[in-house]
């Protein structure tokens, strides 16, 4: 065997082995929170997890268990977006994501600890973000109706110069 024939077969072998690797695991996704990692009780928090590549299933586990799927519905989706809220003590822990792709698990996420503070934002915040609480539109009430009155007031003064000068001419 020549020398070049060789070295055809060795890349040959080494190209078949890396393809045949890369067929057998899958890359791990990447796994983010938002709004961070320490929520307090009552709010809303979600986990955003992206793949390498597209998916066709991603899973979000808590420990060891599987607690939410979700099945790829477009082509080209590489993200799942996993909403958990209102969190309690019992949210808190440790997070990981994983996907499927062509029946082939990929390896799992980095963990992400998640953390729950004890305090209570059900009640001692808005319910709705950017609408203020009652106190604060009265007081919106109160001067919408003084410049009310000083529209009221201009309009006034203007239909007085207004019929003054059709009086004189």
Request: hydrophobic letters at 35%; charged letters at 15%; a negative charge.
């Amino acid at each position: 065997m020549s020398l070049h024939s060789a070295t055809v077969v060795a890349l040959v072998l080494c190209l078949g082995w890396t393809i045949n690797t890369q067929q057998e695991s899958l890359l791990s996704p990447s796994i983010s929170a938002d709004p961070g990692l320490e929520i307090p009780q009552g709010h809303s928090a979600k986990f955003v997890c992206t793949s390498p590549v597209e998916y066709d299933t991603f899973c979000l586990e808590k420990g060891s268990t599987t607690i939410m799927n979700k099945k790829n519905d477009l082509p080209s989706q590489k993200q799942a977006i996993f909403h958990l809220g209102p969190v309690n003590e019992d949210t808190a822990g440790s997070y990981q994501c994983l996907y499927e792709k062509e029946s082939k698990w990929s390896q799992r996420s980095k963990t992400l600890e998640l953390k729950v503070t004890s305090e209570d934002v059900t009640h001692t915040s808005d319910p709705v973000p950017g609408v203020t609480s009652g106190p604060t539109l009265q007081s919106y009430k109160v001067w919408n109706d003084v410049r009310m009155a000083l529209a009221g007031v201009v309009l006034l003064v203007l239909g007085a110069i207004i019929g003054e000068a059709w009086y004189n001419q």
